[in-house]
C-alpha cells in the first residue's frame, strides 16, 4: 500500500509531519552553532540542549490529557501556530543581533513544550485518519520521511545556511511550522469521541491517573511499554559514546564520521518502508520478538566489530529494528487503545520510554571513562538479549475479551 493508497487525509498529515521534521532539523543544530558563537562555556550549550529535553519528561502527561480533551486536528494547528510565532521571533532577534543565551533557552523550552502537545495530539489523530491494518504502513511512512527530511535534508542544510546567515535556518523553520498548521487544517474533521466525554471530565491529575491505570491494565501494552524502556537504556548508551568507538575502536576516519553516521539513517529509512510488510506478514506481537532478536544480532555484531564497514553494516540493521519497533508499538496502541484514551496512554508510554534514557547515558559515560567504550557496546548487547528472552517469554496477543471499550 502506498501512501496515496491511505487516503488523503494522510497525505495531508505526512506532508505536514515532513515539513516540521524539516525545520526541525534545521533548527536543532542551528541553536547549538548560536549558543557557541555567544559563549563557548560549555555547561551553557549544553544547558540549551537540556532545555529541549526537559519538557517531554515535565509536561508529557499533562500534554496527554489536554490531546484526549481538544480537537485534535485543531490542536495540532494551534500548537503548529504557536512554534511559527516563537521561531520567527527568534530569527528577528537573531538577525537584530539581539537573541542573548536566555532567548535560546527559552526558545529551545517553549518549542519543545509545544511539541508535547502537538506529539500526543498527532498519536491520538492518526486511527481516525487510516483503516487500523493500515496503522503499521502509515506509521512507517511517517518514519521514513521524518528521516529523509530531517537526516538527508535538514541536518546538513542547517550548517549551510547558518554559515551564509545565521537566521536562515529559523526563519525557514518558522515556515515549515506554518506550512503544517495549514496543512492539519485542511484535514478532515474526524468524527466526534464520546458525546458525553466533555460533561464528565474530572481533574487533570484524575484523568492522568485515568489514562496511566489503562495501560497498566493492558497486559501486552504494558510489557511491551516496559521492554521499550530498556531498551531505551542501551540506545541511549550506544548513542552516548557512538561518536568514541566510531573513531577509537573501528578506526573511521574523522572526515567519514558523517558517512558512518548516515548508516544509522539509511537502516532507519529501510525500516519504516518494511515495517508494514513485517506486521502484516507476522502479525505486530510476534514481529516485535523478531525484531528484537534481530537487534540483538546486530548490537553483537558491532560490539565485535573492529572495522568501520562491519560496524557500519551493524549499526544499519540495529537502526532498521529500532524504526521498526516505534512503529509497530505505535500500531498496536493506537488499534488497541479507546479513542478517547489515547492521548493519555501514548503520553504514558513516552514518559516511561523518555526516563530511562538519561539513565543510560549517564551509566555509559561513567563506564566508558573509567573501562573505555567496547564494554558499553558489550553491556548494550547484553540488556537487548536479555530484552529479548523476556519479549519471548512474556509478549502475547490479547484475547479479544480483554480489548473492551473499558480496557481490560
Known sequence: MTSSALGRDFRLLWSAAVSSRFGDALRTPALALLAATLTRDPRVIAAVTVAGQLPPLLFGLLGGVYADRWDRRRTMALVDGARAAVVAALAVAVALDRAPVVALLVAAFLLAALGTLFDSASFALLPALVPPNALPRANGRLQAGS?????????????????AAPTLPFALDAVTFAVAALLVLSLSSPPAIDPGTARHRGSVWGEIIEGVRWLRGHRTLW??????????????????????????????PPAGYGLFAAAAIVGGLAGALGAGRLAARLGTVPALGVVLAAQTVALTGFALARHPVPGGLALAVFAAGTVIWNSLCASYGQRHVPARLL?????????????????????????AAAYGTVPVAGAAAGTFALVTLVA???????????LSPTGV
Open 147 to 163: 528521516a529523509v527530511a530531517g537526516g538527508f535534508l535538514g541536518a546538513p542544510a542547517a550548517g549551510v545556511l547558518f554559515a
Open 392 to 402: 519471548w517469554r512474556t509478549l502475547r496477543p490479547v484475547p479479544s475479551r480483554e
Open 343 to 367: 492521548g493519555r496512554v501514548g503520553a504514558a508510554q513516552r514518559m516511561i520510554g523518555l526516563l530511562t534514557a538519561p539513565v543510560g547515558a549517564v551509566l555509559a559515560g561513567l563506564v
Open 223 to 252: 510489557r511491551v511499554t516496559l521492554l521499550a524502556a530498556a531498551c531505551n537504556l542501551a540506545i541511549s548508551g550506544i548513542l552516548a559514546v557512538q561518536v568514541l568507538y566510531a573513531l577509537d575502536v573501528l578506526r573511521v
